[in-house]
């Protein structure tokens, strides 16, 4: 194996050409997002409906949509592995793969321990990921959602149960689909 030594103005380009395709890659792929951001809000706001309707035995059924919405993640990134071409990328899949692996396993196996604590854990972990996600592409706009996502993590433990979901809704549209949406539209506009 052959080391080459770079100047640190290539040490410099060499890494932000890194994060550009890294970034490329996101708002290429902003469609994902576009999904969450709407799924999260359909079943946020159906389970909110079926709590005011005071359908409590099965007012968790909306997110039994959350697996299906994992397996065309998983096919979508599956098919599109093969284009994957730096670490970066790579790193920002195995870390939305964790996080969303422990939001299932929160809010499938563990909703009756959390109670009115998964919520907000929930959007905690989301938070953080999309916080990870704008720092490392360089994206004010996912950087400050992940930041407002965070926020409103803590705010839900204030609220009582009954809002969280509400809550949960509100945020998926505010600071998932709307910024991945905006993504996609500056990726379009970039690549006409």
């Given at each position: 194996?052959?080391?080459?030594d770079?100047?640190p103005?290539?040490?410099?380009?060499?890494?932000?050409?890194?994060?550009?395709?890294?970034?490329?890659?996101?708002?290429?792929?902003?469609?994902?997002?576009?999904?969450?951001?709407?799924?999260?809000?359909?079943?946020?706001?159906?389970?909110?409906?079926?709590?005011?309707?005071?359908?409590?035995?099965i007012?968790?059924?909306?997110?039994?949509?959350?697996?299906?919405?994992?397996?065309?993640?998983?096919?979508?990134?599956?098919?599109?592995?093969?284009?994957?071409?730096?670490?970066?990328?790579?790193?920002?899949?195995?870390?939305?793969?964790?996080?969303?692996?422990?939001?299932?396993?929160?809010?499938?196996?563990?909703?009756?321990?959390?109670?009115?604590?998964?919520?907000?854990?929930?959007?905690?972990?989301?938070?953080?990921?999309?916080?990870?996600?704008g720092?490392?592409?360089?994206?004010?706009?996912?950087?400050?959602?992940?930041?407002?996502?965070?926020?409103?993590?803590?705010?839900?433990?204030?609220?009582?149960?009954?809002?969280?979901?509400?809550?949960?809704?509100?945020?998926?549209?505010?600071?998932?689909?709307?910024?991945?949406?905006?993504?996609?539209?500056?990726?379009?506009?970039?690549?006409?």
């Amino acid at each position: 194996m052959t080391t080459q030594d770079f100047t640190p103005k290539e040490s410099f380009e060499l890494i932000s050409k890194v994060i550009n395709e890294a970034k490329t890659k996101f708002e290429e792929n902003g469609t994902i997002y576009i999904m969450w951001g709407l799924l999260i809000a359909l079943a946020s706001f159906s389970q909110h409906i079926l709590l005011q309707k005071e359908f409590y035995s099965i007012h968790y059924y909306p997110y039994f949509i959350m697996p299906v919405g994992a397996i065309v993640t998983w096919v979508y990134y599956y098919r599109k592995e093969k284009s994957r071409s730096n670490q970066l990328s790579i790193i920002l899949a195995i870390s939305w793969g964790a996080i969303a692996l422990n939001l299932m396993i929160l809010g499938f196996f563990f909703a009756n321990t959390l109670q009115s604590s998964l919520v907000p854990i929930l959007l905690l972990l989301v938070g953080i990921g999309f916080i990870l996600l704008g720092s490392t592409l360089r994206s004010n706009l996912i950087l400050v959602s992940g930041i407002l996502i965070n926020i409103s993590g803590f705010v839900c433990f204030k609220l009582d149960t009954i809002y969280h979901s509400l809550l949960m809704g509100i945020v998926s549209v505010l600071f998932i689909l709307i910024p991945a949406i905006l993504l996609k539209i500056n990726y379009n506009k970039k690549n006409v």
